[in-house]
């Protein structure tokens, strides 16, 4: 995420108007958070809690201001009260991804859904057809293990196909999507 | 392969001296082909013929002049005698990849020894810890299905890191090295 982090966006929205850098990966940055009405987000980007909510102290990684700023549909087994925070609500939905997929639309109306991961949510939303843009951001580190975005996926087979790749300053930003 | 098809190297490789394009993508190719001694071949990049050489007819994809000009290792389970083509030896190595390594080391001398591929002679000699440096060009093309190069290859541990990442016209180029 280092091409993330360094952009002015990312430093604008933690706080730091004059910080980052503008530029390529900048623009981009810019792009994905634009025209957005909602979110989706699989529950480890909410938080490391595990299993039945024990109680409803864990509020997300952000603070008291999450960047998001829209309703945000958080995927999970264990059913929980809505959490509203400084201008981002967070909804728990239990019955899946297209049950979240259809509440995130009714909330975003015109506005465009942004799917925020992780990778295994990616790949569910990916494998059932229903993402129409993914951008991938690709910035060579050596991980070792992981999880694998793409692996097994037959993306032509599902429809999609690469129509865009721009070179940033700190990744190559890729665009997939689905063909009509 | 369609950014190293494009160039200027791999078209006057290929007898059209003023075609192709420059630029980065040339200059990664032109410097990934400098100071070669010897290349080291997987049998599927030699040609199609699998099992036992039924005779010696296969004479490889590239017409009667290849465009490698060194000796060129190809791994084989089947002994086949060396092929002499105008420039290009073709030596069948039967020992495994060490032996071929061997051996293209003594050919080599002080001049670099480059593997052609494919992916499953890659993975071998990576899983090995026997490849110094990895060029990846990294250019977004949706398969949908094919050997994947680095699944399950934990390159850290392998004791690699990225070291270098270069924008091209139509590619990403990736540098991958063993650290000392």
Redesign the interface.
Known sequence: MDWFFNTRVWQQMHGNPTGGETGVDNEIAEQGLAGLGTWILGRNIFGPVRGPWPDESWKGWWGDEPPYHTPVFVLTHHARPPLRMAGTEFRFVTGGIKAALQQAREAAGERDIRLGGGVATIRQYLGAGLIDELH?A????????GE?LL?GM????LG???FK?V??ERA?H?F?RKRD
């Open positions: 991938l690709v910035r060579p580190v050596l991980l070792g293990a694998a692996a037959n993306l032509p087979a999609y196909e690469s790749h070179a940033g190559m890729v997939l």
